[in-house]
């Protein structure tokens, strides 16, 4: 009998805005974007579990019935088996492909955990909707790994499109009608700080640090704005927006002289606004220009920037 197999298919996640509010439990608008994943899945016979990833040249391969290996790069698929051992009945190989650079800011570590519940969702027939799937994705990264991570990156990808989401312990998901954005989507290619910056957020977020409370109340109030803008497609305040939530990630201490240049010959080259994505310390970073994506692309790359010009990710319906 030939092995059930198949592939899962989920996107990067960019933060339109917001980016770290999630910390503070705060909303957040974050969008899905076609830098695409592929996880490979093929059902076994026996109690053997297989990981690889095509892209570190990685494998690892382990029973079922192991003790749970947290010390490797898949090690969120680790955290997911051990969390649904009960649920799962055979032996497995899973295969990842991925567009997404790895610890780019991009989310990729959420897209692995999202496309890796999806796939055995399907395989063992588990049944678990968008808000348990992302729910337990967080889980494994926040709770299991001791990852410093809010709930912004599995939502966003785990629901696709553009999206409005409450990022509290209750989280919710507002699916925004937005069907396409004119973004340059960048990556700096500087070693990232990520983790630092992220522990450094969180303690001066514990401590009431008043410059860091105050920053983020102003990010809260951009979202808001930013919510009503994109919905009368008003890319011109989206990007004055993007570029005041850069200018306070410079007073967090969150980003990069390189990214601050990127992002104003970004502007310089037509687009309406940009900013970094996600902890910061380097990485990813954005750019509003309709009209103006090669212009921009162009500008990034001539500054040692990385450039994709993307657009909004939507499931299909199956």
Known sequence: MEAETFTITVPARICI?????DLLEKPVIAAAVNLLMKIRFTKRNDTFIIFR????????????????????PLKYWSAIVERLKSEI?????????????IGGGLSSSAALSVGFLRGLSKLFSISMNQTQIAEMAYICEHDDLAISCGRMDQYAITFGGVTFIETGSKPSVERLSIKSLPLVVGN???ERRAVNILNRIKKEIQNN??????TFQEIEQIVEVG???LLKGDYETIGGLMTRQQQLEDILGTTTPKINLLCQESIKAGAFGAKQMGAGGGGAFEAVCPGKQDQVKTAIEKYGGKTWICDI???SSD
């Open 17 to 21: 805005l917001g980016d770290k509010a």
């Open 53 to 72: 990833s095509e892209n570190l040249d990685f494998a690892k391969q382990f029973r079922l019935t192991d003790k749970a290996d947290f010390n490797h």
């Open 89 to 101: 009945n055979s032996g497995f190989e899973a295969v990842v492909d991925s567009q997404i650079p």
């Open 188 to 190: 700096s290619q500087e």
């Open 209 to 214: 640090v008043p410059r860091v409370i105050q």
């Open 227 to 229: 919510k009503k803008a």
């Open 313 to 315: 990710y939507e499931y």
